[in-house]
């Protein structure tokens, strides 16, 4: 059972990681289609999951991670890492479960957790990082109102070569929830 809610979207809620949700999370990031999106590499054990699920509820840190839930139940995680508070900035990463892939949801944990970002915790910039060939990803975060600022060429290597990374930004006041 997901964690209590934190924040609540359109077709989503935001809830804390807690202890029962290491073994979906674990799971879901060593599936091959959604670890393909993302910059892991190997494979993440239970323990290494549980520890990681441990450093996230510890509050040692300033990075904000959240469950990512469609009708009560987890489909996916966001997260705001490498916050920087002085600069007021953070980075956005999230994956979903292949079964919620098309339905909105990772669009509007997107806009949920970035408002967030700059209404609460009063950011100025939020941005991402995405695989060039990652074209759902860029389009979520192109309709949660991203721009692309530019590229890394042969940023990162993975299955066998060398691929470039797209750097997106959203600046404060930049956000539009559509209405």
């Not at 904000?64 to 890492?81: F, P, S, T």
């Not at 007021?88 to 909105?104: C, Q």
């Amino acid at each position: 059972m997901p964690g209590p809610t934190f924040l609540r979207g359109e077709t989503i809620t935001l809830r804390t990681v807690e202890d029962e949700d290491v073994s979906f999370l674990q799971e879901t990031i060593n599936d091959p289609d959604v670890r393909h999106g993302l910059s892991a590499t190997e494979p993440i054990s239970e323990r290494a999951e549980r520890e990681w699920v441990e450093s996230v509820a510890s509050g040692e840190s300033d990075d904000v991670h959240l469950l990512v839930c469609a009708d009560g139940e987890a489909v996916g995680i966001i997260g705001l890492n490498d916050v920087t508070d002085r600069m007021g900035m953070a980075e956005v990463g999230y994956w979903l479960t292949p079964d919620a892939w098309g339905n909105g949801y990772a669009t509007d944990a997107v806009r949920t957790l970035t408002e967030y970002a700059f209404q609460e915790r009063r950011f100025h910039r939020v941005y991402a990082k995405v695989f060039a060939g990652n074209e759902g990803s860029q389009r979520v975060l192109e309709k949660a109102g991203f721009k692309r600022e530019g590229t890394m060429r042969d940023h990162w290597f993975r299955d066998g070569r060398y691929e470039d990374v797209y750097l997106y930004g959203l600046l404060k006041g930049e956000l539009d929830r559509g209405e």
